[in-house]
């Protein structure tokens, strides 16, 4: 009985895209590594607040834009991308954003100031040098994973967060 157990998951792994069984997403919607997050960070919220912002560079590696179109995490109730505004004045505003377009063989940074991701609503604690996963979707449903490193901003000992 073992061996024909073992027999129909190698046949399903062989059939089908190993990745894509394993995770649960028919192939055509796993997007693998058209997108990629570099240099991709999360700040350490200050102490009492519950927001977190994300910073990095979306590496679109496809020769067509890709629209993304919804940003989720297991570790936050929402995950937005946002833009900072300023008026004539100087005075900041943020701007949540429907969609973020990541142009063909292109970058699109998410940095300090402007584009940015934020995560609201931590439902665990996060620690330094955790490895965050985030889910996003275009407008296709094609799913992309990303990953996004914990940092302390405060700390001096942290040079990863140069760019922000």
Same mark, same amino acid.
């Given at each position: 009985?073992?061996?024909?157990?073992?027999?129909?998951?190698?046949?399903?792994?062989?059939?089908?895209?190993?990745n894509?069984?394993?995770?649960g997403?028919?192939?055509?919607?796993?997007?693998?590594?058209?997108? $990629?997050?570099?240099?991709?960070?999360? /700040?350490?919220?200050?102490? @009492?607040?519950?927001?977190?912002? @994300?910073? @990095?560079?979306?590496?679109?590696?496809?020769?067509?834009?890709?629209?993304?179109?919804?940003?989720?995490?297991?570790?936050f109730d929402?995950?937005?991308?946002?833009?900072? $505004?300023?008026?004539?004045?100087?005075?900041?505003?943020?701007?949540?954003?429907?969609?973020?377009?990541?142009?063909?063989?292109?970058?699109l940074?998410? $940095?300090? @100031?402007?584009? /940015?991701?934020?995560?609201?609503?931590?439902?665990?604690?996060?620690?330094?040098?955790?490895?965050i996963?985030?889910?996003?979707?275009d407008?296709?449903?094609?799913?992309?994973?990303?990953?996004?490193?914990?940092?302390?901003?405060r700390?001096s000992?942290?040079?990863? /967060?140069?760019? /922000?």
């Open positions: 009985m073992k061996n024909l157990y073992t027999f129909l998951i190698i046949g399903i792994l062989t059939i089908t895209n190993a894509a069984f394993m995770t997403v028919k192939p055509e919607k796993d997007g693998g590594v058209a997108i $990629e997050m570099i240099s991709g960070v999360i /700040h350490t919220a200050p102490p @009492g607040s519950n927001v977190n912002a @994300g910073y @990095g560079i979306l590496k679109n590696n496809t020769d067509k834009d890709i629209v993304l179109k919804s940003f989720r995490s297991p570790v929402n995950t937005e991308a946002h833009n900072m $505004e300023y008026s004539d004045a100087g005075i900041a505003k943020m701007k949540h954003l429907k969609e973020l377009k990541i142009p063909a063989n292109g970058e940074s998410l $940095e300090s @100031g402007g584009l /940015h991701l934020m995560f609201i609503g931590m439902r665990r604690d996060i620690a330094v040098d955790e490895e996963m985030i889910i996003s979707r407008d296709n449903e094609v799913r992309y994973m990303l990953i996004m490193k914990v940092i302390d901003p700390s000992n942290d040079d990863s /967060h140069h760019m /922000h």
